[in-house]
T-cell receptor, first 116, second 111 residues
Framework: NAGVTQTPKFRILKIGQSMTLQCTQD?????MYWYRQDPGMGLKLIYY???????DKGEVPNGYNVSRSTTEDFPLRLELAAPSQTSVYFCASSPLSGTVNTGELFFGEGSRLTVL | KQEVTQIPAALSVPEGENLVLNCSFT??????LQWFRQDPGKGLTSLLL?????REQTSGRLNASLDKSSGRSTLYIAASQPGDSATYLCAVRLGSEKLVFGKGTKLTVNP
């Protein structure tokens, strides 16, 4: 079972470069999320999506953009990379039970990004 | 503002010991609470999910309890093994999307 797949696993960017972190899930989950995890800190929500075509900001959206054209894919784009965006990024998904988000999160293995 | 605290930040125990990890939260108006395990360089793996109407959940050697009124949850690990070494995080759900994570407890089980 693939679950939630993230690519790339590692990436080094120069300041001002752009890139897209890919996330795909094969569980037909409606909800998808992007988090960042910094050393000694809890996970912070960047963006989330409740279904194809619908996205919304989380706690720390500045410097990022997302799209959700299909149920499976939820890419995260960094337009002008800054050192403050050095972090580990996690994509997650969550299923519906009927019409209610069950709340159970399934995570990818993370993408470690360094901006120099 | 909801805050989630996990104490201790790190814990080292000998193999075979029973242990308890603590999670406290400041606002009792939660939908559910979830415990995760994170291995170094890996993503989070869901261990147990407790809905706000439930008091506890069990899976194998793991038992998680929830006391909303006191803002506390505990994760009990029985007969710990070196393979249990990891960071354990708890997270409370405030709404359909908003999840607040603690910073985790790093557990080391020594052979």
């Amino acid at each position: 079972n693939a679950g939630v797949t993230q690519t790339p696993k590692f990436r080094i960017l120069k300041i001002g470069q752009s890139m897209t972190l890919q996330c795909t899930q094969d569980m037909n989950h409606n909800y998808m999320y992007w988090y960042r995890q910094d050393p000694g800190m809890g996970l912070k929500l960047i963006y989330y999506s409740v279904g194809a075509g619908i996205t919304d900001k989380g706690e720390v959206p500045n410097g990022y953009n997302v799209s959700r054209s299909t149920t499976e894919d939820f890419p995260l784009r960094l337009e002008l990379a800054a050192p403050s965006q050095t972090s580990v990024y996690f994509c997650a998904s969550s299923p519906l039970s009927g019409t209610v988000n069950t709340g159970e999160l399934f995570f990818g293995e993370g993408s470690r990004l360094t901006v120099l | 503002k909801q805050e989630v605290t996990q104490i201790p930040a790190a814990l080292s125990v000998p193999e075979g010991e029973n242990l308890v990890l603590n999670c406290s939260f400041t606002d009792s108006a939660i939908y559910n609470l979830q415990w995760f395990r994170q291995d170094p360089g890996k993503g989070l793996t869901s261990l147990l999910l407790i809905q706000s109407s439930q008091r506890e959940q069990t899976s194998g050697r793991l038992n998680a309890s929830l006391d909303k009124s006191s803002g506390r949850s505990t994760l009990y690990i029985a007969a710990s093994q070196p393979g249990d070494s990891a960071t354990y995080l708890c997270a409370v759900r405030l709404g359909s999307e908003k999840l607040v994570f603690g910073k985790g407890t790093k557990l080391t089980v020594n052979p």
